[in-house]
């Protein structure tokens, strides 16, 4: 133990006190004992978490607050997820809604399964008949393309199908223009409820961070590049806001198409080899909702 003390993994807060590891010694403990040991999943709750992800693959706005929750209850902590995003927007589909005779409803589906809708004033009204051929005719032209790609193709469109395309671009620029992902954060309360957060200081900075945006954000910009889970310990955080946490984080999608982010978060004495089988396989469940969307 003395040995130990000396080489910077554990303290004593004071002499009679107990000893307790620091990041050096929860380091250590990542890579071997929690590294070898996140398998702890049973196979029943596995395919309970899988199938609470499968009732909602259809509807893609619930997927990060389904994984956010079902993780958070899982590890006993605090989950962030983040809706999957391409690093350029492609036009999935498009659709054309007459509201009424004068207004018409474009909606843009990306394929990362993000839409956005932009309503559309007429000078005359339009039949369904027409509505629909003319919907068709603008597929044929953006579908499966980027806002560059649409931009230098030559078109021979009508007037109003040449609107429907110049606003098409406009949604895939504020798309690629968003900075960072939609995110579901769940189990504030786990994060909370743990001993490290009964002081109020300590209290009111997490509820801070959540309320304006910050911690989210300190989290999400630890994510590694590749699908590979990272395990991030107090201090070892670039945010100064979460040093008082442990992170345990990975990307899920198919790289260089459509990614986002899922992470547990807790104190720095967190469950690691739970954390780490849940952030595993809750990516892996992620990413093969993201695959069956894109057909992979």
Avoid: C
């Avoid at 398998?39 to 899988?50: F, H, K, M, V």
């Avoid at 910009?221 to 946490?245: K, S």
């Avoid at 547990?264 to 690691?272: D, F, H, I, K, Q």
Wanted: aromatic share 4%; net charge negative; charged share 25%.
């Amino acid at each position: 133990m003395a040995e130990l003390e000396h080489g910077g993994y554990i303290t004593r807060p004071y002499a009679s006190a107990g000893s307790v590891p620091l990041v050096k010694g929860y380091r250590v403990y990542v890579e071997t004992v929690a590294a070898t040991q996140a398998d702890r999943i049973s196979p029943s709750l596995q395919a309970s978490i899988r199938r609470q992800l499968t009732d909602v693959e259809r509807d893609v706005d619930a997927w990060t607050s389904v994984a956010a929750a079902a993780l958070a209850r899982l590890v006993g902590n605090m989950a962030i997820a983040t809706f999957p995003k391409a690093q350029e927007a492609r036009v999935r589909h498009v659709e054309v809604v007459g509201l009424q005779d004068f207004l018409v409803l474009l909606i843009v589906v990306f394929e990362q399964v993000r839409l956005r809708r932009q309503l559309i004033r007429l000078t005359e009204p339009v039949s369904q008949l027409d509505m629909e051929m003319m919907a068709n005719r603008v597929n044929e032209a953006v579908q499966g393309l980027t806002r560059q790609e649409i931009e230098t193709k030559e078109m021979s469109l009508s007037p109003l199908e040449g609107e429907l395309v110049d606003t098409t671009m406009l949604m895939l620029k504020d798309e690629d223009l968003t900075s960072g992902h939609d995110q579901f954060l769940d189990g504030l309360a786990n994060l909370l409820a743990q001993p490290e957060f009964t002081e109020m200081d300590k209290m009111r900075a997490v509820l801070e961070g959540v309320e304006d945006g910050s911690l989210a954000k300190a989290i999400l910009d630890e994510a590694p590049q590749t699908g590979t889970i990272r395990v991030v310990i107090g201090p070892e955080n670039r945010g100064v806001a979460l040093w008082p946490l442990s992170i345990v984080i990975s990307q899920y999608g198919i790289p260089g198409e459509a990614a986002g982010t899922v992470a547990a978060v807790g104190p720095m004495r967190m469950e690691y080899s739970r954390a780490i089988a849940g952030v595993e396989l809750m990516a892996l469940a992620m990413s093969e909702m993201v695959e069956n969307v894109h057909g992979v």
